[in-house]
């Protein structure tokens, strides 16, 4: 079975026009970024486990549901961030690790300068999130960090994914579900998705200018 799961749906091909787009603004890249991130973050707790709970109602007794896992969401600074606060909607008691890499412009190579992970990742479920998936060292570094740690049950969730970074974690860890809104053409000479939609972390946090 194949580790990727594209998510094809019309909502995320409309917000995605808009954050490929160059003159969208800040505003409105951080607004539709939101959206891809939640829909991407309903498939990726598509499996979650529930517990029966019996509830009352204002009317009359019922049957409620409550999650039994213990997710760990885990950010890769700095463009991460944008997706944990949609993440947060959802699941606002997950504990959050953080972990930061940066790419060297001319090498695209990350270097990590920054960790910090709740304990105990053996028996959690550990979401990452990074909107892009270009060479995939900077998702490579990180899946390798929080196995590292213990973790045993591990997904990525991208906005846009390159053939190659995906080729990348498939042959290293292919027990990594990896979610993604778009699978783009190929890295160019730069080591930047393309068509893409530039450079993510400084489109969202208004760096570029
Ligand atoms: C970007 C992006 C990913 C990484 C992907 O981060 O957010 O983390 O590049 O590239 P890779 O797959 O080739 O490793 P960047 O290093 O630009 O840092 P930023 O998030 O601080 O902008
Ligand atoms: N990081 C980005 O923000 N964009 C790319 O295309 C590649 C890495």
Known sequence: MSTVR????????????ILRNK??????????????SKILIMEASRNLSLNEI???TPLTETTGYEILESIVFVPVLRAGISMLFPARDFLPWAPV???????????????EYYQKFPKNLADKQVIILDPMLATGGSLLDTITAVKGKGA??????????????IQLLQENYPDVVIY???????LN?????YPGLGDFGDRYFGTQL
């Open 152 to 165: 045993k049950n591990v997904s990525c969730v991208c906005i846009v994914a390159a053939p190659e970074g």
């Open 54 to 56: 019996p509830i009352n």
């Open 6 to 17: 594209h998510i094809d749906h019309p909502l995320i091909k409309h917000s995605l026009t």
């Open 23 to 36: 003159d969208t603004n800040t505003d409105i890249f951080r607004r539709h970024t939101a959206i891809v």
């Open 97 to 111: 690790g953080f972990i930061g890499l940066e790419r060297d412009e001319q090498t695209a190579i990350a270097t």
């Open 189 to 193: 000479s730069q080591k930047y998705i």
């Open 180 to 186: 993604v809104a778009a699978i783009d053409e190929k």
